[in-house]
């Protein structure tokens, strides 16, 4: 069920993660979809200067899906 504040089961419909470009990064998108996410989109990169960051979205299904609910009439 969600809320006014879009989460779902305590859990947000919509993140963001954000790293360095490495294997710690990869476990964060592994771990949110092994928690039912999915990837939305494509990944970001960009380079701070010293290094490279990167992005991705994920979303939870069930958000990504409008739900249809009948009107009585």
């Known amino acids: 069920m969600t809320n006014p504040t879009g989460e779902t089961d305590g859990r947000l419909r919509y993140r963001l993660l954000t790293g360095t470009d490495d294997r710690a990064f990869c476990e964060k998108v592994s771990a949110a979809l ?39 009439a």
């Open 34 to 72: 092994a928690e039912g996410y999915e990837l939305h989109g494509s990944p970001a990169l960009t380079f701070d200067g010293e290094r490279v960051v990167t992005a991705q979205a994920v979303v939870l299904p069930s958000a990504s899906t409008p739900r249809f609910v009948p009107v009585n």
